[in-house]
């Protein structure tokens, strides 16, 4: 199985940014398309960004659209998610997934098969 592990989460205060890094290995890792998730206290799980590496498209969850940006590193098997102007909405545990191959590459995340242990991201106003 893919093994994902997330970093670089923590706190910042509303206006600020983080950078989150989600790095995979293992035999079950693959390039087809992988996200990140979030989910906070009390609420449902929530697709934030994923991206499709093969036709190297993306999609954004609407409450992030022009504030967080998804990129990867296909060589170094990385993912991350740059997150500017944070706000206290933004505050959840973050998740990095991977999807199987030909899986859908959607913010309901359905396919994802591969999941990390997630990172807190706490933003205070």
């Known amino acids: 199985a893919a093994q994902l592990v997330e970093s670089g989460g923590g706190a910042a205060q509303a206006g600020g940014s983080l950078r989150l890094s989600c790095t995979a290995s293992?035999?079950?890792?693959?390039?087809?398309?992988m996200g990140w998730f979030r989910q906070a206290p009390g609420k449902e799980r929530e697709g934030v960004a994923v991206?499709?590496?093969?036709?190297?498209?993306?999609d954004y969850n609407d409450a992030v659209k022009g504030r967080f940006t998804i990129a990867q590193d296909n060589a170094a098997n990385t993912l991350w998610l740059q997150m500017n102007n944070l706000q206290p909405e933004d505050t959840g545990m973050y998740f990095c997934?991977?999807?199987?191959?030909?899986?859908?590459?959607?913010?309901?995340?359905?396919?994802?098969?591969?999941w990390g242990q997630g990172i807190q991201v706490t933003v205070s106003s």
């Open positions: 997934a991977q999807t199987r191959v030909y899986g859908r590459c959607t913010l309901g995340g359905h396919d994802f098969l591969y």
């Open positions: 293992g035999y079950g890792y693959n390039s087809w398309c």
């Open positions: 991206f499709h590496f093969r036709n190297g498209r993306d």
